[in-house]
């Protein structure tokens, strides 16, 4: 048995994953964001599935770019006392069993690849996965293969500038991807169009309360604020959709996280503006699918992960000891 387990900036999930099943699901509030009381956190989900199963192993799926080679975790804005690489050696100490670690997108990427069963049936190769939180990553698999780059950093679109005009970014750059598909970028949105709109039922949401389904809705009700919002967002995202599209001539893209459950429209309207850009046999190669595993998908790929890297260390383990050289 395998553990998989999502860190995100409220809550850890996490579940047994026994190489077909993910069993005993759980999400528990994160008491602290420091990161030694995040791993006591990690260290007592490993001991309560202990006193029920044999584990083997963990798979940790984080919030941020992770370079594993260098154990070193890059921009985490949900969980910044896990940036560098103090977090992943202190757990790679702590932990008693072999941990796997990556970054959330890519592990629900993995996940969705695995366990998918259109995916399945179409027998699809490459893949992408598109889930715009915060920050604004795609989860690549390529051949077959989980592809992280060479650093781990592949998939970090979030600051990839579609268009000098747009809004000013934290990075401070202008018009970056993120400051318009993430929730936090389509509220910012609403924020800067509301004044041209006086009869927007936008309006009557608070600021700080208002989400991506309230633009959604409103925009079926033909409320024009919400309109202007969701056509330049499906704009870029469509940008965004054709350039990946004439890159990897993906089999899917899979659409997770929350601003794309809550909107079939939304991203068939996306869709449309990419296949403006892309090249038409590819785009009409590629099939649009929603996520399957949903809100576990990271700790599915996660805990698949962990397996995957045990039979490799066993396979690994095994054919060294068959040629170690006998002593006469
Ligand atoms: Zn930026």
Redesign the pocket.
């Known amino acids: 048995m395998w553990i998989g387990i999502e860190l995100t900036a409220s809550f850890i999930k996490h579940g047994l994953f026994d190489g077909q099943r993910l069993i005993h699901r759980e999400v528990t509030g994160i008491h602290n964001r420091e990161s030694d009381r995040l791993i006591e956190q990690i260290l007592q989900i490993l001991e309560n599935a202990r006193n029920r199963e044999k584990v083997r192993g963990i798979g940790i799926a984080i919030p941020a770019q992770v370079d594993p080679d260098h154990h070193e975790i890059l921009e985490s804005p949900a969980l910044p006392a896990i940036e560098g690489t103090g977090f992943l050696h202190r757990i790679g100490e702590q932990l008693p069993v072999a941990v796997t670690v990556g970054s959330d997108v890519q592990m629900a990427a993995w996940g969705e690849y695995h366990f998918h069963p259109e995916i399945r049936q179409i027998r699809a190769q490459n893949v992408i996965y598109i889930a715009p939180e915060f920050p604004f990553r795609v989860g690549l698999v390529l051949g077959g293969r989980l592809y992280t780059g060479t650093l781990g950093l592949a998939g970090h679109l979030?600051?990839f500038?579609v268009s000098p005009e747009g809004p000013k970014?934290?990075?401070?750059?202008t018009g970056?991807v993120?400051?318009w598909i993430t929730p936090a970028g389509l509220v910012t949105a609403v924020q800067s169009v509301l004044w041209k709109y006086p009869q927007s039922r936008l309006r009557q949401i608070r600021i700080e309360n208002l989400r991506p389904e309230d633009v959604f809705e409103a925009a079926r009700f033909a409320d024009r604020a919400a309109m202007e919002v969701m056509d330049t967002s499906a704009r870029v995202l469509g940008i965004l959709l054709g350039c990946l599209t004439n890159m990897f001539q993906p089999d899917a893209i899979l659409f997770g996280g929350t601003v794309f459950a809550s909107n079939d429209f939304f991203v068939q309207k996306a869709w449309n503006h990419a296949r403006e850009i892309a090249i038409p046999r590819a785009s009409r190669h590629c099939v649009l699918l929603h996520s399957h595993l949903k809100y576990f998908a990271a700790v599915w790929g996660a805990g698949l992960l962990a397996m995957q890297r045990d039979a490799t260390a066993r396979k690994s383990a095994r054919s060294s000891r068959k040629t170690r050289p006998r002593r006469e």
């Open positions: 979030g600051h500038s970014c934290t990075c401070g750059r970056c993120q400051t």
